[in-house]
């Protein structure tokens, strides 16, 4: 399973990459955009074919999920642990993210996925995970009812090493976004995983 995570803001072309990459083989995209408003969001959806709605994910703004038939919400720590999530469990598809191997394996089975960062030094914020153990640790799991998506520095070159280390998916964010062949790098990553 790879999944691409969107810039905090609107990129050039962005919509029309991300159709692509959908046609590509793309699994999941999370739209993470805390730099835009309310319209902006629901301008950027319209940007996005409509078939490919049941694979967003959604970063706040969650009652759009009704009007645009998004039923994958995405929920930060922060909001995990103030409980935001409670009512959605049941009529959602609801993920969150940890970053350690502990909180892992302490999530309830409401959750369908789990990010857990990072596991290499990210490639978007310069320094981040340089000294993380996240990729080590992950042999500690013992949550089988949550899938566990690695996240962080991930590339065409490391991304099979998150699956041989026991990830069930992987998440792209800099690896598309600070390339200026975004499509060509999420289609080598596919071949990568699929010759697995």
């Known amino acids: 399973m790879i999944l691409v995570i969107t810039p905090e803001t609107i990129v050039q072309n962005e919509t029309e990459i991300i159709n692509h990459l959908f046609q590509e083989g793309l699994d999941l995209l999370h739209i993470r955009k805390p730099m835009i408003n309310r319209e902006e969001i629901i301008n950027f959806l319209y940007g996005i074919d409509e078939e490919f709605y049941p694979q967003l994910v959604l970063h706040g703004y969650y009652d759009l999920g009704k009007d645009h038939h998004i039923s994958r919400f995405h929920f930060r720590e922060a909001d995990r642990n103030g409980e935001v999530y409670t009512s959605y469990i049941g009529q959602n598809i609801i993920s969150t993210s940890v970053h350690h191997i502990e909180t892992f394996n302490d999530l309830g089975k409401e959750w369908e996925y789990a990010f857990i960062s ?67 790098t999420f289609k080598k990553c596919r071949r990568s995983v699929l010759s697995l």
Do not use: T
């Open 118 to 184: 990072p596991v290499f030094p990210s490639i978007s914020k310069k320094g981040y995970g340089e000294h993380s153990n996240v990729m080590k640790d992950i042999k500690h799991r013992s949550n089988q009812n949550v899938r566990l998506i690695a996240l962080g520095g991930i590339d065409e070159n490391n991304i099979c090493k998150v699956f041989e280390n026991g990830a069930d998916g992987a998440a792209l964010l800099g690896a598309i976004w600070e390339n200026d062949q975004p499509l060509n």
